[in-house]
């Protein structure tokens, strides 16, 4: 019960920590999106209705102190948790190269749904995002999330991931 | 339970799926609009956001602060060596300006010789030894030649010994071996100035009725020949009558202090052919 109540805390900090103090890292326009790689751990490891909410709460935040468009994250995020849900039944989720490919793809997904969705929203043009930012970003995030998973293990951050559903093979 | 076990999880998925596409619709339309929990948890979130932002600030501005520190370290120690250069710089200056007043003193004294004078700097001193001698840096090359007076702007320093063709010795006159005819200016009492060594001198074979008083000027007398008259010697320090003798003990103090002696004037006579 603790862990549910303070777990949303948890995720607020995290998303204030990296709005805050990962944006000082002189990247550029890339920004180090460590809730994405929390959201796809979720879906290699959390049941679908804990880790859809967890994708919520989290994409919910996101929306509320980065988002222009209010949604848009909680949209993504839960779409990248079921995504990576139903991969994760088909591959083996703890291998460090799989999870940095994989995390650097949802990343451009992330960027190619936000891409599409100014286009047909509001008629906005920012293709050019994708290999200016998103691609590089991918880079970055994709090289750091088998460091994050790692960590996010040992903080046993989902103390009840286990006896859930453990990534599987082929 | 309304849905099968098996597909549960895709009826979950497609609940929030559609619940997060309709808040996103909803707000795609109505963008201005700011809900209660997106307020809540900007609410939560902002102070968190500022104590965070203060405290990046405070850690910019004390990296700042040490970078400007670590600036002021090599500006300091680029000043200090400056400081040292040009401390340096004007002690030569000082130096020179020092030199200068001396030699003023030594020219102002030339001129009032009718021998010629030739300056010169004493380049070795061996006062604190047995013998009180100095080295000066002229010699034959320059006329100097043995038994040559040699002054100061203070007075009498010694005569001449020996001499190279660039460089001479001097016997000062606090010598033993050294012996100046002089006078009591007060008086005009005559007698001879023996070197005492660092004790200073004594004017022997001043009759015992003679008044000397401490104080006294004692200059050359020229009786010798080898001193112009008038030069200053010493002062007289002290005086003491022996019983059953014939003159009294003169101790007398020499003008020049041989221990800063730097420039010196040598008094060349020019022989003239005997007719």
Redesign the interface.
């Known amino acids: 019960m603790i862990t549910y109540s303070l777990l949303p805390v948890l995720l607020l900090m995290l998303v204030v920590v990296q709005t805050t103090i990962l944006d000082l890292f002189p990247l550029g326009l890339i920004s180090i999106e460590i809730s994405l790689i929390v959201v796809i751990y979720a879906g290699f490891h959390l049941d679908a209705l804990r880790g859809g909410i967890l994708s919520l709460v989290l994409g919910f935040f996101m929306d509320c102190l980065t988002s222009a468009i209010f949604g848009l994250y909680t949209f993504l995020y839960l779409l990248i948790f079921y995504l990576t849900m139903i991969l994760a039944e088909r591959m083996y989720g703890e291998r460090p190269t799989l999870i940095a490919v994989f995390t650097g793809l949802c990343t451009l997904v992330e960027g190619l749904v936000i891409v599409l969705f100014y286009r047909f929203a509001f008629g906005a043009d920012i293709l050019y995002t994708l290999p200016k930012v998103f691609l590089p970003q991918a880079v970055v995030v994709g090289l750091l999330s088998p460091l994050f998973f790692r960590l996010f293990h040992r903080l046993e951050v989902f103390p009840h991931a286990e006896g859930t559903r453990p990534a599987q093979r082929i | 339970m309304l849905i099968p076990r098996k597909y549960?999880?895709?009826a979950?998925?497609a609940v929030?799926?559609i619940a997060?596409?309709a808040?996103?619709?909803?707000?795609?339309i109505r963008?201005s609009e700011t809900?209660l929990?997106?307020k809540v948890?900007?609410e939560?979130?902002a102070p968190?956001?500022d104590a965070?932002?203060i405290s990046?600030q405070s850690l910019h501005e004390v990296w700042n602060r040490y970078l400007f520190l670590v600036g002021l370290e090599d500006e300091n120690r680029r000043l200090r060596k400056q400081n040292a250069g040009l401390t340096e710089q004007l002690n030569r200056y000082r130096e020179g300006h020092l030199e200068a007043l001396r030699l003023r003193k030594l020219l102002d004294l030339k001129e009032g010789f009718p021998q010629r004078a030739v300056a010169a700097r004493v380049i070795d001193c061996n006062s604190t030894s047995l013998f009180k001698t100095i080295l000066i840096n002229k010699g034959t090359a320059d006329g100097l030649r043995v038994a040559l007076p040699i002054l100061s702007d203070r007075g009498v320093v010694g005569r001449i010994i020996e001499t190279s063709w660039h460089a001479s010795r001097v016997l000062l006159l606090i010598d033993g071996n050294s012996n100046i005819d002089g006078l009591i200016q007060r008086s005009r009492a005559q007698g001879i100035l023996q070197g005492g060594g660092s004790a200073g001198c004594n004017l022997k074979y001043i009759s015992r009725a003679e008044e000397v008083r401490t104080g006294d000027v004692v200059v050359s007398s020229s009786l010798s020949g080898v001193f112009p008259k008038g030069l200053l010697i010493g002062f007289v320090t002290g005086t003491s009558r022996s019983e059953g003798g014939l003159f009294q003990r003169i101790d007398v103090a020499p003008a020049v202090d041989f221990e800063k002696l730097e420039e010196v004037l040598a008094l060349i006579e020019d022989k003239k052919p005997k007719p």
């Open positions: 549960q999880s895709i979950v998925a929030l799926l997060s596409l808040i996103l619709s909803y707000s795609t963008l809900g929990l997106r948890v900007l939560a979130a968190v956001e965070i932002n990046l």
